[in-house]
């Protein structure tokens, strides 16, 4: 089972996630694609994650994280053995997430709630302090990205398989450019 975990304040209509969909569908394996509406708590969006994979009866399963997806595809490859294909990963999220503090609004929905001190201390409690077997691990990422420093997911993923690109951004421009690299993967 492929699984795309969607970033912070995004959701399965995302671009990413819609090609991904689109792609697998084409290929005939739609029954074979997951892309939960995250919750806005790391908790909860972990919860519903492995509530769905153990009812479905998941076994293999290849995670694909963007930004903070990748961040909580990092913390269930760890946890359950799983392969993950990280694109744009937030790395350490409950840092890097401390300046969103407040109101947010999700660009997709229209949602609108706040991230508390809560979320970042359910973000801590997920935080992967190192990462164990890079091999499990793709990263793929663009120096372009005004969001997050790929330097700090390229330190990271060390070991790790990597696919690094200039120019881009936090979207990853071009990310249809690999399916057959992750579907290799």
């Known amino acids: 089972m492929i699984v795309y975990l969607h970033g912070f304040n995004s959701s399965p209509a995302s671009s990413k ?71 744009n990963p937030a790395v350490h999220a409950h840092k890097l997430l401390r300046a969103a503090l407040g109101t947010q609004t999700n660009w997709h929905t229209g949602e609108k709630w706040v991230f508390t001190e809560s979320h970042l201390a359910e973000l801590a409690a997920l935080d992967v302090a190192a990462i164990t ?19 700090d997911a390229e330190a990271y993923y060390a070991g790790a398989r990597q696919i690094i690109e200039d120019g881009g951004d936090h979207g990853f421009a071009g990310f249809e450019r690999y399916f057959n690299t992750l579907l290799d993967f």
């Open 133 to 151: 077997r890079p091999e499990r691990y793709l990263l793929l990422a663009q120096r372009g990205d005004d969001v997050l420093d790929v330097r």
């Open 17 to 87: 996630a819609k090609q991904l969909g689109d792609h697998l569908a084409g290929l005939g394996w739609l029954a074979e694609y997951y892309c939960p509406a995250l919750p806005n708590s790391p908790r909860e969006a972990i919860a519903r994650i492995e509530s769905h994979l153990s009812r479905a009866g998941a076994i293999e399963v290849t995670l694909v994280g963007s930004s903070l997806g990748g961040f909580y595809a990092t913390y269930l490859a760890e946890k359950y053995g799983w392969k993950a294909v990280l694109v």
